[in-house]
């Protein structure tokens, strides 16, 4: 890639996603349930900003010459960003952009609080595990992943079979 474009790449990335963090309150529907964890919703931004800023920062100084396990390093930033999105999501409200949406938990206030409540240990556990990635950086990949795959695909079914359960 082009030295510039390696250069601006990453913060012109950070600068877009930053200015849709903040029109997704703005345009959902259901705007007043975000205002109830916004305060969370902010945190998010904040950690998701120094999330790349960290991963921009770990970018340049390879590029100046530094060697070191890209993934190792990468673990403790991820397991932070994990953990804050278990945060994030044990707190929010039903809405169309932020959380766990499923047909399911967008159908049902008692789903969605059920399913969020759940994904906010499991997300938290899922940092734990990644985390440990940088003690074992053999591992650190599929410390991560196998859970990160694990826990979306049991929240989707367990937010099936809570709708069921409440429909039933």
Do not use: C
Request: positive net charge.
């Amino acid at each position: 890639m082009p030295k510039v474009w390696g250069l601006f790449l990453l913060p012109i990335m950070s600068l877009m996603l930053f200015g849709l963090f903040l029109i997704i309150p703005k345009i959902d529907p259901l705007k007043a349930n975000v205002a109830k964890f916004q305060k969370y919703f902010d945190g998010f931004i904040l950690v998701f900003e120094i999330f790349f800023l960290y991963i921009y920062l770990l970018t340049i100084s390879w590029s100046l010459g530094s060697r070191f396990d890209m993934t190792a390093v990468m673990m403790p930033a991820l397991a932070i960003l994990f953990y804050y999105m278990g945060i994030l999501v044990g707190q929010a409200e039903r809405n169309f952009f932020i959380g766990i949406r499923t047909p399911w938990t967008l159908s049902s206030d008692t789903v969605w609080k059920k399913t969020h409540r759940l994904g906010g240990k499991l997300f938290k556990a899922v940092a734990v595990l990644t985390a440990l990635g940088f003690f074992f950086p053999a591992y650190a990949i599929l410390l991560m992943l196998l859970p990160v795959i694990g826990v979306s695909i049991y929240l989707t079914v367990y937010s099936y079979f809570e709708f069921k359960k409440e429909k039933d």
